[in-house]
Protein backbone atom coordinates (compact mmCIF):
# COMPACT_ATOMS: atom_id res chain seq x y z
CA UNK A 1 0.00 0.00 0.00
CA UNK A 2 1.12 3.47 -0.68
CA UNK A 3 1.13 6.72 1.74
CA UNK A 4 0.02 9.97 0.31
CA UNK A 5 0.19 13.42 3.06
CA UNK A 6 -1.33 16.40 1.78
CA UNK A 7 0.49 19.15 3.07
CA UNK A 8 -0.01 22.36 1.03
CA UNK A 9 -3.02 24.77 1.86
CA UNK A 10 -2.63 28.51 2.99
CA UNK A 11 -2.49 27.67 6.80
CA UNK A 12 -4.87 31.32 7.03
CA UNK A 13 -6.02 30.29 10.74
CA UNK A 14 -2.53 30.01 11.74
CA UNK A 15 -1.21 33.90 10.60
CA UNK A 16 1.22 35.38 10.76
CA UNK A 17 2.91 32.16 11.72
CA UNK A 18 2.10 30.84 8.18
CA UNK A 19 3.12 34.20 5.94
CA UNK A 20 7.04 32.77 7.17
CA UNK A 21 6.47 29.02 7.26
CA UNK A 22 4.13 26.17 5.61
CA UNK A 23 1.86 24.96 8.71
CA UNK A 24 3.19 21.39 8.27
CA UNK A 25 6.73 22.71 9.44
CA UNK A 26 5.65 24.59 12.82
CA UNK A 27 6.72 22.90 15.99
CA UNK A 28 4.69 20.84 17.72
CA UNK A 29 6.23 19.06 20.50
CA UNK A 30 9.89 18.09 19.39
CA UNK A 31 9.18 18.05 15.85
CA UNK A 32 7.33 19.36 12.93
CA UNK A 33 4.06 18.51 12.44
CA UNK A 34 4.69 16.28 9.48
CA UNK A 35 6.96 14.32 11.14
CA UNK A 36 3.68 12.68 13.01
CA UNK A 37 2.00 11.58 10.00
CA UNK A 38 4.81 10.52 8.16
CA UNK A 39 5.56 8.42 11.93
CA UNK A 40 1.86 7.19 11.25
CA UNK A 41 2.20 5.75 8.04
CA UNK A 42 5.85 4.20 8.69
CA UNK A 43 4.08 1.90 12.05
CA UNK A 44 1.48 0.88 9.65
CA UNK A 45 4.14 -0.72 7.53
CA UNK A 46 3.46 2.06 4.91
CA UNK A 47 7.10 3.29 3.78
CA UNK A 48 6.22 4.07 0.41
CA UNK A 49 5.36 7.77 0.58
CA UNK A 50 3.87 11.23 -1.71
CA UNK A 51 4.03 14.55 0.24
CA UNK A 52 2.08 17.02 -1.80
CA UNK A 53 2.62 20.19 -1.27
CA UNK A 54 2.70 23.78 -2.61
CA UNK A 55 5.74 25.34 -4.36
CA UNK A 56 6.54 27.59 -1.95
CA UNK A 57 7.63 25.15 0.86
CA UNK A 58 8.93 22.33 -1.20
CA UNK A 59 12.25 23.09 -0.61
CA UNK A 60 12.36 23.32 3.15
CA UNK A 61 10.59 19.78 3.05
CA UNK A 62 13.47 18.22 1.04
CA UNK A 63 15.98 19.84 2.99
CA UNK A 64 14.29 18.37 6.11
CA UNK A 65 12.89 15.06 5.32
CA UNK A 66 15.34 14.49 2.46
CA UNK A 67 14.69 10.69 0.75
CA UNK A 68 13.62 9.61 3.93
CA UNK A 69 15.79 7.02 4.51
CA UNK A 70 16.92 8.04 7.92
CA UNK A 71 13.21 8.33 8.64
CA UNK A 72 12.85 4.62 7.47
CA UNK A 73 10.64 5.56 4.44
CA UNK A 74 11.19 6.25 1.21
CA UNK A 75 9.05 9.95 -0.05
CA UNK A 76 8.64 11.23 -3.19
CA UNK A 77 7.23 14.67 -3.66
CA UNK A 78 5.05 16.23 -5.52
CA UNK A 79 4.10 20.24 -6.22
CA UNK A 80 -0.11 21.58 -5.68
CA UNK A 81 0.75 24.82 -8.35
CA UNK A 82 -2.16 26.73 -6.72
CA UNK A 83 -4.89 25.91 -3.65
CA UNK A 84 -7.57 23.40 -5.74
CA UNK A 85 -8.86 21.45 -3.02
CA UNK A 86 -7.95 18.25 -1.33
CA UNK A 87 -9.09 16.24 -3.98
CA UNK A 88 -7.40 18.39 -6.59
CA UNK A 89 -4.15 17.59 -4.54
CA UNK A 90 -5.06 13.81 -4.41
CA UNK A 91 -5.48 13.76 -8.16
CA UNK A 92 -1.71 14.63 -8.33
CA UNK A 93 -0.95 11.36 -6.34
CA UNK A 94 -2.21 9.43 -10.05
CA UNK A 95 1.11 7.91 -11.36
CA UNK A 96 2.48 7.18 -7.82
CA UNK A 97 -0.46 4.65 -7.11
CA UNK A 98 -0.62 1.83 -9.62
CA UNK A 99 -3.64 0.28 -11.33
CA UNK A 100 -4.78 -2.16 -8.56
CA UNK A 101 -3.25 -0.95 -5.80
CA UNK A 102 -4.54 0.94 -2.29
CA UNK A 103 -3.66 4.14 -0.68
CA UNK A 104 -3.71 5.80 2.61
CA UNK A 105 -3.92 9.47 2.56
CA UNK A 106 -3.54 11.75 5.39
CA UNK A 107 -4.05 15.41 6.18
CA UNK A 108 -0.93 16.88 7.52
CA UNK A 109 -2.59 18.65 10.21
CA UNK A 110 -4.35 15.77 11.62
CA UNK A 111 -2.90 14.49 14.59
CA UNK A 112 -3.93 11.15 16.55
CA UNK A 113 -3.33 8.59 18.62
CA UNK A 114 -4.82 5.18 16.88
CA UNK A 115 -2.70 3.17 15.37
CA UNK A 116 -3.59 2.61 11.73
CA UNK A 117 -1.16 -0.62 11.56
CA UNK A 118 -4.90 -2.94 11.75
CA UNK A 119 -6.96 -1.03 9.72
CA UNK A 120 -4.18 -1.04 6.87
CA UNK A 121 -3.75 -4.93 6.93
CA UNK A 122 -8.06 -5.24 7.01
CA UNK A 123 -8.20 -3.04 3.90
CA UNK A 124 -5.50 -4.48 1.95
CA UNK A 125 -7.26 -7.75 2.14
CA UNK A 126 -10.96 -6.06 1.01
CA UNK A 127 -11.54 -6.04 -3.11
CA UNK A 128 -12.71 -2.56 -3.41
CA UNK A 129 -13.94 0.59 -1.56
CA UNK A 130 -13.26 3.24 -0.18
CA UNK A 131 -12.77 3.35 4.38
CA UNK A 132 -13.39 6.60 5.92
CA UNK A 133 -11.63 7.58 10.04
CA UNK A 134 -14.64 9.59 12.35
CA UNK A 135 -13.80 10.97 15.84
CA UNK A 136 -16.87 12.06 18.11
CA UNK A 137 -17.15 15.71 18.73
CA UNK A 138 -18.76 18.62 21.00
CA UNK A 139 -19.68 20.55 17.46
CA UNK A 140 -20.40 18.23 14.89
CA UNK A 141 -21.67 20.92 12.66
CA UNK A 142 -17.83 22.13 12.01
CA UNK A 143 -17.10 19.59 10.00
CA UNK A 144 -18.83 16.68 7.28
CA UNK A 145 -20.59 14.97 9.23
CA UNK A 146 -21.72 10.94 7.96
CA UNK A 147 -25.13 9.58 7.82
CA UNK A 148 -23.82 5.80 8.80
CA UNK A 149 -26.57 3.06 8.01
CA UNK A 150 -24.82 -0.36 9.42
CA UNK A 151 -21.37 -0.45 8.59
CA UNK A 152 -21.42 2.01 5.70
CA UNK A 153 -21.99 5.39 5.59
CA UNK A 154 -24.92 6.64 3.45
CA UNK A 155 -23.79 10.13 2.98
CA UNK A 156 -21.81 12.42 4.54
CA UNK A 157 -23.04 15.86 4.98
CA UNK A 158 -20.99 19.15 4.97
CA UNK A 159 -21.13 21.47 8.06
CA UNK A 160 -24.83 20.97 8.58
CA UNK A 161 -26.75 22.78 10.31
CA UNK A 162 -28.65 20.21 11.85
CA UNK A 163 -26.16 17.14 12.03
CA UNK A 164 -27.30 13.56 12.13
CA UNK A 165 -24.88 12.13 14.53
CA UNK A 166 -22.45 13.56 16.71
CA UNK A 167 -19.51 12.33 14.76
CA UNK A 168 -17.18 14.01 11.65
CA UNK A 169 -15.09 12.21 9.19
CA UNK A 170 -11.65 13.15 9.38
CA UNK A 171 -8.75 13.24 7.54
CA UNK A 172 -7.67 9.58 7.34
CA UNK A 173 -9.13 8.16 3.77
CA UNK A 174 -8.06 4.72 2.84
CA UNK A 175 -8.86 4.33 -0.87
CA UNK A 176 -8.93 1.66 -3.92
CA UNK A 177 -6.97 2.90 -7.18
CA UNK A 178 -10.64 3.59 -8.84
CA UNK A 179 -10.25 6.98 -6.38
CA UNK A 180 -8.90 8.60 -9.56
CA UNK A 181 -11.72 7.92 -11.80
CA UNK A 182 -13.87 9.63 -9.34
CA UNK A 183 -11.74 12.19 -8.90
CA UNK A 184 -11.85 13.04 -12.18
CA UNK A 185 -16.33 13.32 -12.38
CA UNK A 186 -15.95 15.55 -9.43
CA UNK A 187 -16.88 19.40 -9.81
CA UNK A 188 -15.49 22.62 -8.37
CA UNK A 189 -17.49 23.62 -5.44
CA UNK A 190 -19.01 27.23 -4.85
CA UNK A 191 -15.63 27.94 -3.42
CA UNK A 192 -13.90 26.65 -6.51
CA UNK A 193 -11.89 23.92 -4.83
CA UNK A 194 -12.40 20.10 -5.51
CA UNK A 195 -14.15 18.70 -2.56
CA UNK A 196 -12.60 14.84 -1.19
CA UNK A 197 -16.36 14.95 0.77
CA UNK A 198 -17.48 14.79 -2.99
CA UNK A 199 -14.94 11.88 -3.61
CA UNK A 200 -16.54 10.28 -0.50
CA UNK A 201 -19.84 10.65 -1.52
CA UNK A 202 -19.32 9.07 -4.84
CA UNK A 203 -18.41 6.13 -2.83
CA UNK A 204 -20.82 6.28 -0.48
CA UNK A 205 -23.43 6.26 -3.47
CA UNK A 206 -21.79 2.96 -4.57
CA UNK A 207 -22.56 1.41 -1.16
CA UNK A 208 -18.25 1.07 -1.31
CA UNK A 209 -17.76 3.74 1.89
CA UNK A 210 -16.68 2.02 5.10
CA UNK A 211 -15.78 4.11 8.06
CA UNK A 212 -13.86 2.96 11.56
CA UNK A 213 -14.17 5.19 14.59
CA UNK A 214 -11.00 6.77 16.12
CA UNK A 215 -11.15 5.56 20.05
CA UNK A 216 -8.38 7.41 21.30
CA UNK A 217 -7.45 11.57 20.48
CA UNK A 218 -7.43 13.36 17.33
CA UNK A 219 -6.97 16.82 16.72
CA UNK A 220 -7.13 19.10 13.33
CA UNK A 221 -4.06 21.24 14.19
CA UNK A 222 -5.22 23.93 11.85
CA UNK A 223 -5.89 26.41 14.85
CA UNK A 224 -4.27 28.05 17.81
CA UNK A 225 -5.85 26.64 19.86
CA UNK A 226 -5.73 23.04 18.44
CA UNK A 227 -2.01 23.36 17.48
CA UNK A 228 -1.43 24.44 21.23
CA UNK A 229 -3.38 21.59 22.63
CA UNK A 230 -1.88 19.17 20.28
CA UNK A 231 1.79 20.57 21.19
CA UNK A 232 0.48 19.44 24.72
CA UNK A 233 0.08 15.72 23.85
CA UNK A 234 3.09 14.98 21.74
CA UNK A 235 5.34 16.86 24.29
CA UNK A 236 6.69 12.66 24.92
CA UNK A 237 5.79 11.45 21.79
CA UNK A 238 6.07 7.41 21.83
CA UNK A 239 9.72 6.01 20.18
CA UNK A 240 10.20 9.37 18.62
CA UNK A 241 14.30 9.22 19.45
CA UNK A 242 14.37 5.67 18.14
CA UNK A 243 13.07 6.74 14.57
CA UNK A 244 14.42 9.96 14.65
CA UNK A 245 17.43 11.00 12.24
CA UNK A 246 20.79 10.37 14.08
CA UNK A 247 23.17 13.39 15.06
CA UNK A 248 26.24 14.08 12.95
CA UNK A 249 29.78 13.36 14.45
CA UNK A 250 30.12 17.54 14.18
CA UNK A 251 26.56 18.50 16.14
CA UNK A 252 26.84 20.15 19.26
CA UNK A 253 26.94 17.93 22.36
Known sequence: ????????????????????????????????????????????????????????????YTEFLGSGKEW??????????????????LELA?????PGEKLLVLLGDNLFED????????????PEGAKVF??????ARRYGVPVMEGDLIKRIEEKPEHPQSSYCVTGIYLYDSTVFDLIKTVEPSARGEMEITDVNNLYASQGKLS??????????????????????????YPNVEAAAPKSGAGDDK
Open 1 to 60: MKGVILAGGTGTRLRPLTKMINKHLLPVGKYPMIYYGIEKLRAAGITDILLITGKHSVSL
Open 72 to 89: GVNISYKIQEEAGGIADA
Open 94 to 98: HNFVH
Open 115 to 126: SLAGYVKQFETQ
Open 134 to 139: LKEVED
Open 211 to 236: YHLLTGWWIDAGTFPSWFEASDKLRE
